[in-house]
């Protein structure tokens, strides 16, 4: 009940295309999801977070969607760049606030490949 | 305003050993967690550490222990080393103000 499954494992998309990663979850207390982008040989970077109370957050070229009834939640990134190149995971806690930011629970990653 | 800090950044040791690994949190930052990722896969949550004390624990054994100092830093013990304790350790830590976890670097750790 604890677990966030990410999809797809591995993802390629062309310069200026949209990279789309899925997440689901089956834990209803979740309430705070964030991304987060890592680099080969580096710490995780937190990219962007949602609540279950809006739908869709945008900053900058990326977007979260929520469904709160299917319990999903995706990451889309805008025109995508050789840079973004990275692995993302997806995240969530449960009642978030204080000291819960810190206890992520996370999915398995998805390998995200921009070619120039 | 400094980031998350860890050290070392690599380290390896023979099974059976006990490892120290250590980070300071960032500036302004009261609360202390720590991860074990396996290569290829999520970060996986060990504990955390708020005032000092032990604020909730993941599936790991009591071989893994950690402390918080009164500046915030912290430790991560890891006693009687195993091969399948290889893997990046990390550090992250929060205000508690709604502005999410930050993670360090990381330390690589190889059980041999």
């Known amino acids: 009940q604890q677990q966030v499954k990410q999809s797809p494992q591995s993802l390629i998309v062309q310069k200026g295309g949209i990279s789309i990663i899925n997440c689901a979850y089956e834990?209803?207390?979740?309430?705070?999801f964030p991304w987060y982008q890592q680099f080969p040989g580096k710490g995780p970077a937190l990219l962007i977070a949602?609540?279950?109370?809006?739908s869709e957050k945008k900053e900058g070229r990326f977007t979260i969607s929520f469904n709160k009834s299917a319990k999903q939640f995706s990451l889309h990134i805008m025109d995508s760049q050789p840079g973004d190149s990275a692995t993302y995971f997806c995240a969530a806690t449960i009642n978030a606030g204080g000291t819960s930011y810190g206890k992520l629970t996370f999915g398995q990653g998805t390998i995200l490949t921009v070619h120039p | 305003e400094t980031g998350v800090t860890q050290s070392p950044t690599h380290l390896i040791k023979t099974r059976g050993q006990q490892v120290t690994l250590r980070c300071s949190s960032q500036?302004?930052?009261?609360?202390v967690s720590w991860y074990q990722q396996a290569l290829g896969q999520g970060p996986q949550f060990i504990f955390q550490y708020y005032r000092e004390e032990e604020n909730g624990r993941g599936n790991f054994p009591p071989r893994f222990s950690g402390l918080q100092f009164p500046n915030y830093s912290s430790e991560l013990n890891v006693n009687a080393l195993e091969l399948d304790d290889s893997a990046l350790y990390l550090c992250?830590?929060?205000?508690?103000?709604?502005?999410?976890?930050?993670f360090g670097q990381g330390t690589r750790l190889t059980v041999v």
């Open positions: 500036s302004g930052h009261n609360t």
């Open positions: 834990n209803t207390a979740f309430d705070y």
């Open positions: 949602i609540r279950p109370d809006v």
């Open positions: 992250a830590s929060t205000s508690g103000l709604g502005s999410g976890a930050f």
